[in-house]
């Protein structure tokens, strides 16, 4: 019986063990994930939108045409009105390896800035730079085909970066290395992992310039502010102004009647 016992004793460290180790785990890669974060139900329907796209497309992989149905970034097209190719990009991915790359370094991302700043000033967070980062590659490279998180995964990192940068001089520098080598892998590989011919630069540039923009915005009162801070937040603030009120009427004058010849 006291062999019984303790072999039980054994199986239930054994469990405990592997329990905290899972934890351990989804709180490395998922710091704070719940159902209560806007992030994870963004993710749920890209995930859901690649699965009606592949069914739409009868293919492991949606095509282009797809694509284009559901909302790509194409300049053309969004010449005629159809505005929400501004959003709706975000929500398509070329690829199932596209899709879980993208969203698991965003999502890895995402929760620490939702944690730190709330979901509502997070949403304005995503969501504007995806605005601003496909404006500006419409406008850039208006005859590329574009999907992918990419825009708002470099405005999530612009926000980081601002954030990092504003408290540089007050941390340690095992943390300096870290928060460096955490933006920098997560940039390099968001970078590689869009779609098209070409990587969207312009897109990841705007997206990024909009995070940075609006994270200096939520922190323009903290006391002891570096000298450079007002530089970096007006200028910021000024590119993506200019990216939202001249983008659209270009785009709209440039290409009036083209979209009927790519349908």
């Known amino acids: 019986m006291a062999s019984s016992d303790g072999s039980d004793v054994e199986t239930q460290s054994l469990l405990n063990s592997g329990d905290r180790t899972l934890r351990s785990w989804k709180d490395t890669v ?18 859901i939108m690649y699965i009606i796209s ?9 095509n282009e045409r797809t694509l284009m149905l559901l909302g790509a970034a194409y300049a053309p097209a969004f010449s005629n009105f159809q505005l929400w190719r501004v959003v709706t990009p975000l929500f ?6 596209h899709l879980v790359l993208n ?8 929760l620490r ?20 980062g496909n404006l500006l590659s419409m406008l850039m490279q208006p005859w590329a085909l574009s999907v992918g998180a990419s825009t ?6 612009g926000g980081m970066a601002a954030e990092v940068s504003v408290v540089w001089c007050k941390l340690s520098e095992e943390l300096k290395r870290i928060y460096s080598m955490d933006i ?15 990587v969207d630069t312009f ?5 990024f310039l909009a995070g940075v923009a609006l994270v200096c915005y939520y922190n323009k009162e903290i006391e002891d502010l570096p000298k450079w801070f007002r530089v970096l937040f007006y200028g910021c603030s000024a590119l993506c102004a200019t990216i939202l009120v001249v983008s659209p009427p270009l785009l709209l004058l440039r290409y009036p009647y083209r979209v009927a010849a790519t349908s």
């Open 103 to 110: 969203l698991v370094f965003i999502l890895h991302i995402s």
């Open 92 to 97: 398509l991915h070329a690829t199932i390896l």
């Open 152 to 157: 708002a995964g470099f405005g999530i990192i």
């Open 30 to 47: 998922f710091p704070g994930i719940s159902w209560d974060k806007s992030i994870v139900w963004i993710t749920v329907a890209q995930i």
């Open 184 to 198: 920098c892998i997560l940039a390099v590989l968001i970078y590689f992992l869009s779609f098209g011919r070409t």
């Open 113 to 132: 800035l939702e944690e730190r700043y709330g979901t509502k000033k997070f949403l304005v967070t995503y969501f504007l730079s995806a605005i601003v």
């Open 54 to 62: 592949c069914v739409l497309s009868r293919s492991y992989e949606p």
């Open 203 to 207: 897109g990841h540039l705007g997206g």
